[in-house]
């Protein structure tokens, strides 16, 4: 059983920086296309940003290259650096493992950002 932990999130003014963490158990994080996601109360959950396996990278348009994601194969890890943060990034940020039919979801980190 994949577990998946993130770390980072808080809160911050408008125009501020968080990096979060998504780090997952066991030895297999190298073959996982890893995910970060986000819900906004009322919200329907948005994909922020993925890297595959392969570490082929795709972001949401509404980050407008904002965000970064990286892995750290070394240390089960998978990043999210946000820069130039704005209100309607506020959020709960999930980090997502997915390997063939398995779908592995981490608890969340809440995001807020307000002055």
């Known amino acids: 059983q994949v577990q998946l932990v993130e770390s980072g999130g808080g809160f911050v003014q408008p125009g501020g920086s968080l990096r979060l963490s998504c780090t997952a158990s066991g030895r297999r994080f190298r073959i996982y296309d890893m995910r970060w996601y986000r819900q906004a109360p009322g919200k329907h959950r948005e994909l922020v940003a993925t890297?595959?396996?392969?570490?082929?990278?795709n972001y949401g348009d509404f980050v407008k290259g904002r965000f970064t994601i990286s892995r750290d194969n070394a240390k089960n890890t998978v990043y999210l650096q946000m820069n130039n943060l704005k209100p309607e990034d506020t959020a709960v940020y999930f980090c997502d493992a997915r390997e063939g039919v398995y779908d592995y979801w981490g608890q969340g980190t809440q995001v807020t950002v307000s002055s």
């Open positions: 890297i595959t396996s392969g570490a082929a990278i």
